[in-house]
Protein backbone atom coordinates (compact mmCIF):
# COMPACT_ATOMS: atom_id res chain seq x y z
CA UNK A 1 0.00 0.00 0.00
CA UNK A 2 2.59 2.40 0.93
CA UNK A 3 4.91 1.43 -1.79
CA UNK A 4 2.38 2.02 -4.24
CA UNK A 5 1.75 5.55 -2.78
CA UNK A 6 5.17 6.22 -2.92
CA UNK A 7 5.42 4.86 -6.19
CA UNK A 8 2.43 6.93 -8.27
CA UNK A 9 3.08 9.69 -6.27
CA UNK A 10 -0.88 10.65 -5.22
CA UNK A 11 0.52 12.16 -2.14
CA UNK A 12 2.43 14.57 -3.26
CA UNK A 13 6.27 13.92 -3.98
CA UNK A 14 7.48 11.88 -1.63
CA UNK A 15 11.15 12.91 -0.37
CA UNK A 16 13.22 9.80 0.30
CA UNK A 17 13.94 9.10 3.94
CA UNK A 18 18.01 9.04 3.04
CA UNK A 19 17.49 12.51 2.02
CA UNK A 20 16.02 13.82 5.07
CA UNK A 21 18.70 12.28 7.24
CA UNK A 22 21.81 13.68 4.66
CA UNK A 23 19.99 17.18 5.65
CA UNK A 24 19.58 16.54 9.17
CA UNK A 25 22.95 15.38 9.20
CA UNK A 26 24.25 18.75 7.38
CA UNK A 27 22.71 20.89 9.42
CA UNK A 28 23.87 19.15 12.56
CA UNK A 29 27.58 20.02 10.57
CA UNK A 30 26.85 23.52 10.23
CA UNK A 31 25.66 23.91 13.82
CA UNK A 32 29.13 22.32 15.34
CA UNK A 33 31.20 23.93 12.42
CA UNK A 34 29.66 27.91 13.01
CA UNK A 35 29.89 26.93 16.89
CA UNK A 36 33.64 26.03 16.27
CA UNK A 37 34.11 28.72 14.47
CA UNK A 38 32.71 31.35 16.83
CA UNK A 39 36.43 30.70 19.37
CA UNK A 40 38.92 31.57 16.47
CA UNK A 41 39.25 34.99 15.59
CA UNK A 42 38.55 35.73 12.31
CA UNK A 43 38.36 39.65 12.57
CA UNK A 44 35.26 40.88 11.08
CA UNK A 45 35.06 37.70 9.50
CA UNK A 46 33.34 35.76 12.11
CA UNK A 47 30.06 37.51 11.64
CA UNK A 48 29.97 37.13 7.42
CA UNK A 49 30.82 33.26 8.24
CA UNK A 50 28.52 33.26 10.78
CA UNK A 51 25.90 34.32 8.57
CA UNK A 52 26.83 32.46 5.49
CA UNK A 53 25.93 29.08 7.42
CA UNK A 54 23.46 30.62 8.36
CA UNK A 55 22.35 31.25 5.20
CA UNK A 56 23.37 27.82 4.00
CA UNK A 57 21.30 25.75 6.52
CA UNK A 58 18.03 28.15 5.72
CA UNK A 59 18.69 27.09 2.42
CA UNK A 60 18.44 23.81 2.97
CA UNK A 61 15.55 23.54 5.52
CA UNK A 62 13.64 25.41 2.79
CA UNK A 63 14.65 23.31 -0.11
CA UNK A 64 14.17 20.16 1.39
CA UNK A 65 12.14 20.17 4.69
CA UNK A 66 10.03 22.87 3.34
CA UNK A 67 9.71 20.98 -0.03
CA UNK A 68 10.48 24.08 -1.94
CA UNK A 69 12.34 22.05 -4.32
CA UNK A 70 9.26 20.39 -5.87
CA UNK A 71 7.02 23.26 -5.30
CA UNK A 72 5.07 25.09 -8.23
CA UNK A 73 6.74 28.24 -9.36
CA UNK A 74 4.00 30.72 -8.10
CA UNK A 75 5.47 29.42 -4.72
CA UNK A 76 8.99 30.18 -5.59
CA UNK A 77 8.12 33.72 -6.86
CA UNK A 78 6.18 34.75 -3.47
CA UNK A 79 9.07 33.16 -1.54
CA UNK A 80 11.51 34.98 -3.66
CA UNK A 81 9.37 38.23 -3.01
CA UNK A 82 9.15 37.69 0.78
CA UNK A 83 13.23 37.67 1.17
CA UNK A 84 13.44 40.97 -1.10
CA UNK A 85 11.09 42.73 0.68
CA UNK A 86 13.06 41.53 3.50
CA UNK A 87 16.23 43.14 1.95
CA UNK A 88 14.81 46.43 1.33
CA UNK A 89 13.92 46.82 4.67
CA UNK A 90 17.23 46.05 6.29
CA UNK A 91 19.27 48.04 3.48
CA UNK A 92 16.87 50.83 3.57
CA UNK A 93 16.79 50.99 7.00
CA UNK A 94 20.75 50.45 7.23
CA UNK A 95 21.55 53.28 4.81
CA UNK A 96 19.51 55.26 6.19
CA UNK A 97 20.45 54.98 10.43
CA UNK A 98 24.41 54.37 9.43
CA UNK A 99 24.85 57.49 7.07
CA UNK A 100 23.02 59.83 9.48
CA UNK A 101 26.38 60.92 10.92
CA UNK A 102 27.84 61.53 7.60
CA UNK A 103 28.99 65.45 7.52
CA UNK A 104 27.45 67.74 4.76
CA UNK A 105 30.38 69.88 3.60
CA UNK A 106 32.40 69.06 -0.03
CA UNK A 107 34.32 66.36 1.43
CA UNK A 108 31.20 64.07 1.69
CA UNK A 109 30.39 65.11 -1.94
CA UNK A 110 33.01 62.68 -2.90
CA UNK A 111 32.26 59.87 -0.59
CA UNK A 112 35.73 57.65 -0.55
CA UNK A 113 36.31 54.32 0.58
CA UNK A 114 38.21 55.77 2.84
CA UNK A 115 35.05 57.14 4.18
CA UNK A 116 32.29 54.30 3.20
CA UNK A 117 34.33 51.59 4.85
CA UNK A 118 34.37 52.61 7.98
CA UNK A 119 30.75 52.86 8.03
CA UNK A 120 29.94 49.86 6.62
CA UNK A 121 32.82 48.05 8.67
CA UNK A 122 30.34 49.07 11.96
CA UNK A 123 28.03 46.11 10.60
CA UNK A 124 30.32 43.49 11.32
CA UNK B 1 -6.95 5.08 -1.56
CA UNK B 2 -9.81 2.42 -2.49
CA UNK B 3 -11.92 5.38 -3.26
CA UNK B 4 -9.76 6.56 -5.70
CA UNK B 5 -10.19 3.39 -7.90
CA UNK B 6 -14.40 4.10 -7.73
CA UNK B 7 -13.32 7.47 -9.08
CA UNK B 8 -14.91 9.23 -5.93
CA UNK B 9 -12.94 12.33 -4.61
CA UNK B 10 -10.71 11.42 -2.02
CA UNK B 11 -11.33 12.59 1.76
CA UNK B 12 -11.09 16.42 2.28
CA UNK B 13 -11.11 17.18 -0.75
CA UNK B 14 -12.87 20.73 -1.16
CA UNK B 15 -15.15 20.47 -4.42
CA UNK B 16 -13.76 24.09 -5.65
CA UNK B 17 -10.68 22.29 -6.85
CA UNK B 18 -9.91 21.02 -10.38
CA UNK B 19 -8.47 18.10 -8.16
CA UNK B 20 -6.64 17.15 -5.26
CA UNK B 21 -2.76 18.29 -6.19
CA UNK B 22 -4.25 21.87 -6.96
CA UNK B 23 -5.15 22.41 -3.67
CA UNK B 24 -2.36 20.89 -2.07
CA UNK B 25 -0.70 23.45 -4.13
CA UNK B 26 -2.95 26.60 -3.16
CA UNK B 27 -2.64 25.12 0.53
CA UNK B 28 0.42 25.64 0.49
CA UNK B 29 1.05 29.10 -1.39
CA UNK B 30 -1.26 30.42 0.88
CA UNK B 31 0.47 29.14 4.07
CA UNK B 32 3.78 30.74 2.42
CA UNK B 33 2.22 34.25 2.15
CA UNK B 34 1.27 33.78 5.45
CA UNK B 35 5.12 33.00 6.33
CA UNK B 36 6.18 36.19 4.19
CA UNK B 37 4.24 38.52 6.78
CA UNK B 38 5.76 36.05 9.20
CA UNK B 39 9.71 36.83 7.92
CA UNK B 40 8.76 40.43 7.80
CA UNK B 41 7.50 40.65 11.25
CA UNK B 42 10.60 38.81 12.11
CA UNK B 43 13.12 40.61 9.97
CA UNK B 44 12.31 44.08 11.39
CA UNK B 45 13.80 42.71 14.65
CA UNK B 46 16.57 41.76 13.27
CA UNK B 47 16.82 44.95 11.17
CA UNK B 48 16.72 47.05 14.39
CA UNK B 49 19.45 44.11 15.82
CA UNK B 50 21.49 44.83 13.25
CA UNK B 51 21.54 48.64 13.34
CA UNK B 52 21.68 49.14 17.25
CA UNK B 53 24.83 46.48 17.09
CA UNK B 54 26.63 48.66 14.24
CA UNK B 55 26.11 51.64 16.21
CA UNK B 56 27.17 50.41 20.18
CA UNK B 57 29.46 47.06 18.72
CA UNK B 58 31.69 47.15 22.03
CA UNK B 59 28.02 47.02 24.51
CA UNK B 60 26.58 44.25 22.25
CA UNK B 61 29.74 42.06 22.19
CA UNK B 62 29.77 42.40 26.41
CA UNK B 63 26.00 41.57 26.16
CA UNK B 64 26.73 38.46 24.07
CA UNK B 65 29.26 37.35 26.27
CA UNK B 66 26.32 37.07 29.47
CA UNK B 67 25.11 34.33 27.16
CA UNK B 68 25.90 30.65 27.49
CA UNK B 69 27.04 29.37 24.00
CA UNK B 70 26.33 25.22 24.97
CA UNK B 71 22.52 25.96 25.88
CA UNK B 72 21.86 27.77 22.89
CA UNK B 73 23.64 24.78 20.72
CA UNK B 74 21.73 22.50 22.27
CA UNK B 75 18.85 23.86 21.52
CA UNK B 76 19.34 24.38 18.05
CA UNK B 77 20.29 20.42 17.52
CA UNK B 78 17.04 20.07 19.47
CA UNK B 79 15.30 22.21 16.77
CA UNK B 80 16.77 20.59 13.63
CA UNK B 81 16.35 17.31 15.17
CA UNK B 82 12.38 18.13 16.20
CA UNK B 83 12.45 19.62 12.04
CA UNK B 84 13.19 15.78 10.92
CA UNK B 85 10.71 14.51 13.02
CA UNK B 86 8.12 16.95 11.53
CA UNK B 87 9.31 16.24 8.21
CA UNK B 88 9.28 12.37 8.75
CA UNK B 89 5.44 12.79 10.16
CA UNK B 90 4.51 14.28 6.68
CA UNK B 91 6.04 11.87 4.99
CA UNK B 92 4.50 9.12 7.15
CA UNK B 93 0.81 10.66 5.72
CA UNK B 94 1.74 11.08 2.03
CA UNK B 95 3.07 7.60 2.05
CA UNK B 96 -0.06 6.13 3.58
CA UNK B 97 1.34 4.53 6.97
CA UNK B 98 -0.71 3.99 10.04
CA UNK B 99 -2.29 6.33 12.34
CA UNK B 100 0.61 4.98 14.62
CA UNK B 101 3.18 6.20 13.35
CA UNK B 102 2.32 9.50 12.09
CA UNK B 103 1.01 10.24 15.45
CA UNK B 104 4.65 8.88 16.66
CA UNK B 105 6.50 11.30 14.98
CA UNK B 106 4.29 14.19 15.79
CA UNK B 107 4.79 13.62 19.54
CA UNK B 108 8.53 12.90 19.13
CA UNK B 109 8.28 16.65 17.60
CA UNK B 110 6.57 17.71 20.09
CA UNK B 111 8.63 16.33 22.94
CA UNK B 112 11.49 17.81 21.30
CA UNK B 113 9.79 21.39 21.13
CA UNK B 114 9.22 21.24 24.98
CA UNK B 115 12.60 20.02 25.66
CA UNK B 116 13.97 23.19 23.65
CA UNK B 117 11.40 25.72 26.12
CA UNK B 118 12.50 23.56 29.16
CA UNK B 119 16.20 24.08 28.50
CA UNK B 120 15.65 27.44 27.14
CA UNK B 121 13.36 28.68 30.84
CA UNK B 122 15.27 26.40 33.53
CA UNK B 123 18.83 26.46 31.97
CA UNK B 124 18.58 29.91 30.20
CA UNK B 125 15.74 32.59 31.40
CA UNK B 126 16.46 31.38 34.89
CA UNK B 127 19.52 31.51 35.12
CA UNK B 128 19.29 35.44 34.05
CA UNK B 129 17.06 36.01 36.71
CA UNK B 130 19.15 35.01 38.45
CA UNK B 131 22.08 36.72 37.86
CA UNK B 132 20.14 39.79 37.61
CA UNK B 133 19.87 40.48 33.63
CA UNK B 134 16.61 40.70 32.41
CA UNK B 135 16.29 44.58 32.13
CA UNK B 136 12.67 45.86 34.34
CA UNK B 137 12.67 43.14 36.29
CA UNK B 138 15.63 41.77 38.01
CA UNK B 139 18.59 43.88 36.91
CA UNK B 140 22.08 43.63 38.97
CA UNK B 141 24.54 44.49 36.03
CA UNK B 142 27.51 46.18 37.32
CA UNK B 143 30.11 45.96 34.25
CA UNK B 144 31.42 47.61 31.05
CA UNK B 145 28.81 49.16 28.83
CA UNK B 146 26.08 48.48 30.91
CA UNK B 147 23.34 50.76 29.49
CA UNK B 148 23.96 48.98 26.05
CA UNK B 149 24.36 45.64 27.94
CA UNK B 150 20.85 46.29 29.12
CA UNK B 151 19.94 46.87 25.24
CA UNK B 152 21.42 43.79 24.17
CA UNK B 153 19.23 42.10 27.08
CA UNK B 154 16.30 43.70 25.93
CA UNK B 155 16.56 42.53 21.97
CA UNK B 156 17.52 39.08 23.31
CA UNK B 157 14.56 38.55 25.55
CA UNK B 158 12.14 40.20 22.90
CA UNK B 159 13.79 37.71 19.87
CA UNK B 160 14.01 34.74 21.84
CA UNK B 161 10.61 35.27 23.71
CA UNK B 162 8.91 36.08 20.29
CA UNK B 163 10.28 33.25 18.90
CA UNK B 164 9.29 31.06 22.08
CA UNK B 165 5.54 32.47 21.59
CA UNK B 166 5.94 31.08 18.13
CA UNK B 167 7.36 27.54 19.38
CA UNK B 168 4.12 27.57 21.86
CA UNK B 169 1.72 27.76 19.17
CA UNK B 170 3.22 25.05 17.16
CA UNK B 171 3.11 22.38 19.89
CA UNK B 172 -0.62 23.92 20.61
CA UNK B 173 -0.73 23.14 16.16
CA UNK B 174 1.08 20.08 17.02
CA UNK B 175 -2.08 19.37 19.70
CA UNK B 176 -4.73 19.53 17.24
CA UNK B 177 -2.94 17.75 14.64
CA UNK B 178 -2.20 14.65 17.14
CA UNK B 179 -6.20 15.15 17.84
CA UNK B 180 -7.28 15.03 13.82
CA UNK B 181 -4.77 12.25 12.97
CA UNK B 182 -6.21 9.85 15.62
CA UNK B 183 -9.52 10.93 14.19
CA UNK B 184 -8.65 9.58 10.52
CA UNK B 185 -8.83 12.89 9.20
CA UNK B 186 -5.42 12.64 6.89
CA UNK B 187 -4.35 9.87 4.09
CA UNK B 188 -2.18 9.81 2.00
CA UNK B 189 -4.39 12.11 -0.45
CA UNK B 190 -5.23 14.86 2.02
CA UNK B 191 -2.63 15.78 4.49
CA UNK B 192 -2.68 19.81 4.04
CA UNK B 193 -3.03 20.38 7.78
CA UNK B 194 0.15 18.45 8.43
CA UNK B 195 2.36 19.78 5.61
CA UNK B 196 1.27 23.79 6.32
CA UNK B 197 1.53 23.13 9.93
CA UNK B 198 5.48 21.64 9.37
CA UNK B 199 5.97 24.74 6.76
CA UNK B 200 5.46 26.71 10.26
CA UNK B 201 7.42 24.56 12.59
CA UNK B 202 10.08 24.45 9.66
CA UNK B 203 9.56 28.18 9.92
CA UNK B 204 10.40 28.81 13.88
CA UNK B 205 13.91 26.52 13.14
CA UNK B 206 14.84 28.54 10.72
CA UNK B 207 14.28 31.70 12.69
CA UNK B 208 16.59 30.50 15.44
CA UNK B 209 18.82 29.23 13.32
CA UNK B 210 19.52 33.12 12.88
CA UNK B 211 19.04 33.96 16.45
CA UNK B 212 21.99 31.64 17.51
CA UNK B 213 24.41 33.15 15.84
CA UNK B 214 23.38 36.81 16.02
CA UNK B 215 22.85 36.60 19.81
CA UNK B 216 25.60 34.09 20.90
CA UNK B 217 28.50 33.50 18.79
CA UNK B 218 29.43 36.81 16.30
CA UNK B 219 29.92 38.52 19.75
CA UNK B 220 34.07 38.06 19.97
CA UNK B 221 33.74 34.68 21.75
CA UNK B 222 37.55 34.12 20.79
CA UNK B 223 38.42 36.77 23.39
Known amino acids: MSDHAEQSG ?8 STYLLVFL ?20 NTVVALTIAVIKMILVVLFFMHVKYATGLTRVVILAGFFWLGIMITLSCSDELTRTWEIVPQSWLPTTNMIIPMISRLF | MSDLAHGAHPQGFAHQFEDIEQ ?20 GGMFTSYTIYRALHLESFIQGSHQLVVKYGATNTAVLILSSLTMALAIRAAQTGKKK ?14 ATFIGIKLRFEWFRDYQEGLIPGVQWFY ?8 RMFMCFYFFMTGLHAIHM ?7 TVLVV ?10 YYTPLEVSGLYWHFVDIVWIFLFPLLYLIGGRYQ
Do not use: C
Open chain 2, 100 to 113: GTIIFWLILTMILG
Open chain 2, 23 to 42: QRDAGRLGMWVFLVTEILFF
Open chain 1, 10 to 17: HGGHVVPV
Open chain 1, 26 to 45: ALMVGTALTTWVAYIDLGRW
Open chain 2, 168 to 174: VVGLGLL
Open chain 2, 180 to 189: MTARNKFSSE
Open chain 2, 142 to 149: NGPHAPGV
